[in-house]
Structure formats: C-alpha cells, structure tokens
C-alpha cells in the first residue's frame, strides 16, 4: 500500500520534471486548475502583459476546454478592437479549434439532454460536462459576435442564426438546471452560474438592440430578447466572483460607452459605467482596457480635457497591442474635433491613416473632412492637397465578407463631389461625420463647445444664403446645416428654434438630389426633439414615419437601430417584451 502511494508521488514527479519545457498531455488537467489557470489569463490580460496570457493557454488549449475558450476569448476581444479582417480570421480558426476541445468533453448524443440529472449527481465527471456544455455555447456566442462584427448588415448574422440558436438553447437548458440546483454551491457550480449569466444576458442584450424587421427574419428560430432582463442577468454576474464576471463587466461597458450610443438613443448608463469599473481601476491601474473606458467615460460626460489626458496614459500603459493606440487616436480625434481644434484633430487623423488598417476610405475621408475646416494658411503647412485626398477614398473602399461597410459606402459617396474638373467643396463635412458617429449628443453635454460649434454652422449657413450661383448640391448642403443647426440648438434648450430648422429640412424633402438620408434622419430627431417635450404621440408619429416610408438611403441599418431603440423607449415597456 505504502509502496503504490509512492508510486504515485514519483509519477507525479516524472511528469512535472519538463514543466518549463512543455507539460506532457499525460498529466490530466483538472476542472479547478484549469479555471485557476484562465483566471490567471485574464489578470495577465488587464495588466497588458498579452502575450504572456496566449503562453499561459496555449500549450493546453487543445486539452481543456477553459484553456481553449480563454485563448480564443483573448483573440476575440483583439478582433473586435481592431475590426480588421485578419484578426477576425485568426480569432475564427481559434474558435473552431475550441469548439472541438468542448466538443470532446460534452455529454454524449445530445444537445443538451438532462443537465439537471448531472447537477443532481454532482460527480467529478458530471461537473466536467456541465461545464463543458457552458464552454461550448459561450465559443458559439462568440462566433455570433465576430459575426455582428464583421457586418452591420446582418445577412451573415441571419446566416448564423442556427449556430446561434443551438447557444441560446444550451443557455436555456443551463438556466433550467441552475434554477433546480439552487442548493448546490460548490466553486465549480459558481463558476457554472457565472457562465450562464454572460451568456443569457449576452443573448437577451443583442437580440433587444435588433430593429424588428431583422427580428422577424430570425424569429422563426424562436428568437426574442428581453433587455432589462439581459443587464439584470450581466449585472449579477459582474458582481459574482467568478471567473466570468470581469467579462459580463466588460460587456456592460462596451454597452453602456459604445453601442447604446451608435445603435441607441445616446442614452448609456454613465453611472453605472462608473460603478463597474471602480474596483478594476483599483485592481489594475496601469491597465490599458480599464484606462480607456475610464477616458471613454470622462469623454461621455463632456470632460474632454480629463479625457484626453487619460487616452494618452493608455496610449503610454502599452506596447504590445497597437490595436488599443489606434483606439485611442479615434477617440483623440474626436475630443479635439468637438472643440474644434482642428489641426490636433488633423494629426491623429493623420496617425490613422498611416498605422491602422481598419478603414482607409474612412480614415482618409475623415483627414480631408478635418482639413476643409481649416483656412486656407492652415492647410498650408500640412501639405496635403484636401482634393486629392477626397479623390482617394473611393479607391480605398474594402469589402468584408462581401459586404462593404455602410460608413464607408457614405465617405465614398460624399466623395464622388470632388470628381468633377471643378469640384464644388463639401459644407463641414467634418460634423456631418460628427453627426454620423452621434457624436452631437456628447458635444452636446457641453455648452461652450456647442455654442462654438453653433457659430461654425451658421457660418456655413450665411455662406450658402449668399451664393451668387448656387450649384446642384445647394439644397442639400443647406439642409445638412439646418439639421446640425438643430441639433445644437436642441441641446442649448432652444427647443422651439430646433423645431423650425428641422421642418425647414423636411419642407426642402423634393429639392434633395443626392443626400436622401438627412429626410428620415431628420425625422428621427425632430420625433426625440417631441419625446423630449413630453409629447410622445407627436414623437411616435415621426419616428414611425422615418421606420415606414424611407429605403434605400445612406446608413439605413444604423438608423433603424436608433429608431428601434427610441419606440421601445418610448412605448416604455421593457424592450423586447412582445
């Protein structure tokens, strides 16, 4: 008996000996240190040390199955920052790969089959299951992500609808089971619950967010999502401690900073943004991804000074992933052009254009729009040549996955006016691009930059009033400055002068020969402009206006979402209840 413990003592001796080497495969890897280990991961990841995280998974990423959703969590979260389609690649084939590890691991012949009889169970092999079924539906919750990524126009989304479908099924059967073991409460099992609170309020967080024409293309596969209900379910999860909760704390941030302000109303949870990242700015300080949600948030309250100054520490906390400085010249890019410091804004612009693959048309498009606000002597000693530029972007427009990208489709279109012999100039097309990115309902948390960009406008306005030889874009450039003149003055509260420039635009709706998207854009905002003076009929009326009567114009799906969200906030109802 003696002599086989020390068996056992001198097998595990043999097996470790090469541990700095490469561990052998031989030596099993448990449910607990696998979990310790990814957990490791992360923390290496909030402190910037990436590459060390992708060593620590990697030599088990095919033997378990944590080893293998941390290493394709990690590449995920790269491909969503760089949007570029190298990454998406790589961060696919990762995910493939981890989908077959968990895919060894799960319950035979099944779907999901009785998960609550292996709660119930609660053996070593059973645990292993459950967890293995967690760890698949989150790879394929993943893979619907890089999806969403890669196409704002949801055709490949709906294509994924399946795979989709098969994660919100396992979520649910997880979420049963949970619900029929609320006395187990071992680590694993916390660890299990966090994996199903991501997951169900990933899923009821994305699907609320989609306009219900999308919906009902992926309703015949039972989909529905129930918003308030998916950030309940990531918000106990940030608050667990559980491997997943800097994950759900993630997600809620990337809500609250990015997609309610893009795909929403502008309306995202500041303070609760705040609370979230509290204690990681304690745990993390020099942390690159805690620091930028710091700035994004000071950035969103209107401190752009504050915010500036913490983008340039995040931009100082790393080397090794460029991917977040590219992050943060966009967002310097901007805090400078809502105040109007054109040639700061025109240097990262600049940097853009030449580190970051993302979007060339975009970026270009972006640098000459910046450029046509500044005079004449300030153009100069740049040395660029704005017309030249606005002639690139069209050759620089890519297709993903067979789609373009709809801001890119706008920055060419936009262009194409800089193709005749002798062009006729954009008016402030660097708002324009401000309005596109909703970048008014920041600007407009502050008055002093509002008013000054009020004065830029109706300088614009004056100029296009006294042209002595109006050309054929005439009605729509000034329908553009009446639409930002709107906004401005929406946010200083002259809410009576925003009205009237808004249905100035509509009333010029048979004149507008190129930029159709300012009539249900405008629409859109004088039905808020009515929801916030209380008239919600008026508001419904016009929002469902925009919805109903308008195709085929730039940036369709991003107003779509808009508008989905300003009638579900409107109805008041929790959105995505039927």
Request: charge should be neutral; charged fraction near 20%.
């Amino acid at each position: 008996m003696a002599h086989h413990v020390g068996n056992g003592g001198a097998e595990e001796e043999d097996c470790f000996e090469d541990a700095y080497d490469r561990i052998p495969a031989a030596c099993k890897m448990d449910l607990h240190t696998a979990i310790q280990e990814t957990q490791c991961a992360l923390n290496l990841v909030l402190n910037n040390k990436f590459s060390e995280a992708l060593d620590l998974l990697k030599p088990w990423s095919r033997d378990s199955m944590y080893h293998a959703l941390g290493y394709s969590t990690i590449l995920v979260m790269q491909a969503t920052m760089t949007f570029e389609h190298r990454d998406i690649q790589a961060a696919m084939s990762t995910i493939k790969d981890a989908l077959q590890t968990c895919q060894r691991f799960r319950k035979r012949n099944s779907v999901v089959g009785s998960l609550t009889s292996l709660i119930s169970k609660q053996s070593n092999l059973q645990e292993e299951e459950m967890h293995a079924e967690i760890c698949y539906a989150e790879c394929l919750l993943q893979k619907a992500t890089l999806t969403f990524v890669q196409d704002e126009n949801m055709i490949s989304f709906i294509k994924g609808g399946l795979k989709i479908r098969t994660s919100y099924q396992i979520y649910k059967e997880c979420q049963n089971s949970l619900n029929a073991a609320q006395d187990v409460q071992s680590d694993a099992f916390k660890q299990f619950e966090g994996g199903v609170k991501l997951g169900i309020g990933s899923f009821n967080l994305m699907l609320s967010l989609l306009p219900q024409r999308i919906l009902r293309l992926l309703e015949f596969i039972g989909f529905s999502g129930n918003r308030g209900f998916g950030l309940s379910q990531l918000r106990e999860g940030a608050s667990s401690q559980s491997l997943r909760s800097v994950l759900c704390a993630l997600t809620l941030l990337f809500y609250n900073t990015y997609v309610s302000l893009i795909l929403g109303t502008g309306e995202g949870n500041l303070l609760e943004a705040e609370s979230l990242l509290e204690p990681y700015q304690q745990k993390y300080p020099k942390g690159s991804i805690i620091l930028f949600y710091s700035a994004r948030i000071s950035a969103l309250r209107g401190n752009f000074e504050k915010a500036r100054a913490m983008y340039e520490e995040c931009i100082s906390s790393q080397q090794e992933w460029k991917q977040i400085h590219h992050l943060c010249y966009w967002e310097l890019m901007w805090t400078h052009s809502y105040q109007q410091e054109w040639q700061q804004a025109y240097l990262y612009a600049d940097l853009l254009c030449k580190e970051s693959r993302w979007s060339k048309a975009i970026y270009v498009y972006q640098k000459a729009a910046i450029l046509s606000m500044m005079t004449e002597e300030e153009v100069k000693t740049t040395g660029e040549d704005i017309m030249e530029l606005f002639r690139q972007v069209e050759g620089l427009k890519q297709r993903l996955a067979g789609k373009s990208i709809p801001t890119e489709k706008f920055a060419v279109r936009k262009s194409r006016r800089y193709k005749a012999a002798s062009p006729i100039p954009l008016v402030i097309p660097a708002l324009e691009m401000m309005y596109v990115w909703n970048g008014f309902t920041i600007v407009g948390k502050r008055a002093d930059s509002t008013e000054a960009l009020l004065v830029t406008i109706e300088t614009a306005e004056e100029q296009l009033r006294n042209d002595p030889s109006p050309s054929e874009f005439h009605p729509d450039d000034s329908c553009l400055v009446q639409m930002l003149k709107g906004l401005c003055l929406k946010h200083l509260g002259r809410l009576l002068q925003a009205e009237l420039c808004f249905t100035q635009v509509l009333s010029s709706e048979s004149r507008i020969r190129y930029d159709h998207y300012l009539i249900p854009f405008t629409l859109y905002e004088l039905g808020l402009l009515h929801k916030q003076q209380g008239d919600f009929a008026k508001a419904t009326t016009y929002i469902e206006n925009a919805k109903t009567n308008y195709k085929d114009y730039s940036m369709e799906s991003r107003l779509h979402f808009r508008i989905h969200a300003a009638l579900s906030s409107l109805k008041g109802s929790p959105v995505g209840t039927p």
